[in-house]
């Protein structure tokens, strides 16, 4: 219940209670607040419980925890009967980049040669350089998009 909570952060509680209740009260108040929590915890066992029972025999291995969106993923991922392992897995995101990257590179030798012996893209097998600058008109004004207004 408290594993966040570290030693001087203890000790700063332990003497801030001491110093709001005294230490005549103290007792008493530690009574009560471990009361309270009993009877939270009671309140808590007793309704899962009879969620359990309205849920019927079907949901018998049903446990609270899985409603944590984390554990879910965590526990379908582990059942994989949809075969995700293999799916995530056969997703190299730096593999897809690196062939991505040579393939542009490459692209880029091809077209620097191309280019110079002709630049239409008909002649470059329908490809077209996306390294390249579009050509601008010749009369100054930079082109019209009309899906941009």
Do not use: C, W, Y
Request: glycine share 6%.
């Amino acid at each position: 219940m408290f594993n966040d909570i570290g030693p001087l952060e203890l000790v700063t509680i332990i003497v801030l209670a001491v110093l709001v209740f005294g230490p005549d009260k103290l007792p008493k108040v530690i009574q009560d607040v471990m009361r309270t929590v009993r009877k939270i915890r009671e309140f808590s066992e007793s309704a899962k419980q009879d969620i359990r029972e309205e849920l019927g025999p079907e949901f018998k291995d049903f446990e609270f925890e899985d409603l944590n969106p984390k554990a879910f993923i965590r526990k379908q991922l582990d059942n994989d009967e949809l075969g995700l392992k293999e799916i995530r897995n056969g997703f190299d995101l730096k593999k897809e980049m690196a062939e991505v990257t040579d393939a542009v590179h490459s692209r880029d030798g091809d077209a620097s040669s191309s280019s110079s012996s002709s630049s239409s893209p008909s002649s470059s097998g329908g490809r077209i350089d996306m390294t390249k600058k579009p050509e601008t008109p010749d009369d100054g004004r930079p082109p019209f998009d009309a899906d941009a207004t």
